[in-house]
């Protein structure tokens, strides 16, 4: 699925397209509302993430004029503007969804995936595998339970919703040391701005569950996830 991210803030269209291609969409970032049409416009994708606060031309504008052109890519609209005026505005202007900034990328991820079965009839393909595994570690991203040992020590390990965020993000990335800023922006959203320490309680909820020897804490610079068969 080929996916127009039209976003000024790099921070931002980063962290969303990071996000896409790390679970198998093809994103492409512009940063005004000129180029955003142009580009949504050309029949080249499949669906645009649209924020409203753009420069040369806003989101509506973008919009009102694809619609004016019979383009019907889905367009799904994303603003610090939150109010209902603004959402009935988007909507009403031809949008497919809407979501208010900040946002956690969990939540855009399955609202892309919602629209694109509707548009397909409900037969898109998820672009994603089903199970990741590590080692002996496995996780299911459709039941979101996680499997830990072999033979007849194997068990079945249940998540919230974080822990399965921040299981999944670490098994994207095996043996390889994550930031708490990578973390924070991933799991928690790009403008997280909570507690400073909720990265190193949820990874004490991981490793009394899943196993204490398979996070490594790397002094200084983040945490991995490791085998201990391999250590």
């Known amino acids: 699925m080929r996916i127009l991210i039209a976003e000024d803030e790099p921070r931002i269209s980063r962290f969303v397209a990071r996000g ?72 009403e202007g031809g949008a497919d969804d809407y979501l208010a900034k900040p946002f956690r990328f969990e939540e855009l991820l399955a609202r892309i995936k919602l629209r694109a079965r509707e548009r397909n009839g409900g037969t898109a393909t998820q672009p994603t595998q089903e199970i990741r595994e590590f080692g002996d570690l496995s996780l299911n991203l459709r039941t979101r339970v996680a499997t830990v040992g072999t033979g007849a020590q194997k068990r079945e390990v249940e ?17 390889q040391v994550l930031t708490q800023e990578i973390i924070l922006s991933r799991v928690w959203g790009y403008d997280y701005d909570g507690a400073s320490n909720v990265v190193v309680v949820y990874l004490r909820y991981l490793r009394k569950k899943i196993g204490a020897d398979r996070f490594v804490t790397v002094r200084g610079a983040g945490y991995k996830l490791v085998d201990p068969q391999e250590s």
């Open 20 to 91: 896409l291609k790390a679970h198998g969409y093809t994103p492409t970032v512009v940063e005004d509302g000129i180029t955003a049409l142009d580009y949504a416009s050309s029949g080249e994708f499949d669906l645009l993430v649209l924020d409203v606060g753009l420069p040369r031309m806003d989101g509506f504008a973008v919009l009102r004029a694809l619609r004016d052109m019979g383009t019907d890519i889905l367009v799904l609209m994303c603003t610090a503007r939150d109010s209902v005026e603004d959402t009935v505005h988007g909507l």
């Open 159 to 175: 998540l919230s919703s974080r822990e399965y965020a921040l299981l999944s993000l670490f098994l994207e990335h095996p043996n």
